[in-house]
């Protein structure tokens, strides 16, 4: 069954400290996608990045970097010199790719990031 | 830059009453889908929609949910007899294609807040 699991409920960080999002999920497909969403206050959901199963290599975008380990089933988030406007809560989600249907996303129960001033 | 779009943004009704959220998504995406957030809890799916059928639901979309494409540009999400449970913010999604052929990311509306009293 499909499974992701953020571990972490809150996390509070001063500004400029770098702060790691834990994301671990659970898949039998070998074929599957992973994403981050960020839920600002104002409630919408945007996406951040999305990562293939046979694509390990990690990625850096500015003050953002993610770390997918398929030997630990994770993908976790980091957020270097972290700001203000990072407040927010963050989502990873799941995908499996079944032949010919819609992927569902299954989401983790999300961490909510203070960033304090 | 393309967005998918939902009516109303909040809407409060009375518990047994009808409600319709309405999405328009992005007008090149095929494939549909309804997720819901519970108050302070993670995303669920609820449903996903290709070729004006239901390709997938989840446990939660039982008979009281329905959806419908009745023209070329929306896509809505009907309740029939709302309970108190159904309180939730609801988020529409869409995106051009999933599955193995190469997944594309789903990008979400900016949600319908839904308060039944």
């Known amino acids: 069954a499909q499974k992701v699991t953020q571990a972490q409920t809150e996390i509070s960080v001063v500004e400029k400290e770098d702060v790691t999002l834990d994301c671990v999920y659970e898949?039998?497909?070998?074929?599957?996608?992973l994403f981050w969403y960020k839920q600002p206050p104002s409630g919408e959901l945007v996406f951040l990045i999305r990562r293939n199963s046979f694509d390990e290599q990690n990625e850096i975008s500015g003050r953002y970097s993610w770390n997918f380990q398929k030997s630990t089933s994770s993908f976790n988030f980091t957020i270097t010199a972290s700001q203000v406007v990072d407040s927010a809560v963050y989502f990873c989600a799941l995908s499996e790719a079944p032949d010919g249907a819609t992927n569902k996303l299954i989401f983790g129960t999300g961490t909510l990031l203070a960033v304090q001033p | 830059e393309p967005e998918v779009t939902q009516t109303p943004s909040h809407q409060v009704t009375q518990m047994g009453q009808e409600v319709i959220l309405r999405c328009v998504p992005i007008s090149n995406h095929l494939y549909f889908y309804w997720y819901r957030q519970i108050l302070g809890q993670k995303v669920e799916f609820l449903v996903s929609f290709y070729n004006n059928e239901i390709s997938e639901k989840s446990e939660i979309f039982d008979d009281q949910f329905s959806v419908e494409r009745p023209d070329g540009s929306n896509f809505t999400l009907k309740i029939r007899s709302t309970k108190l449970e159904d309180s939730a913010m609801y988020f529409c999604a869409s995106n051009r294609r999933p599955g193995r052929e190469g997944l594309e990311t789903q990008y979400f509306g900016p949600g319908t807040r839904l308060l039944v009293l």
């Open positions: 898949t039998r497909d070998t074929t599957y996608y």
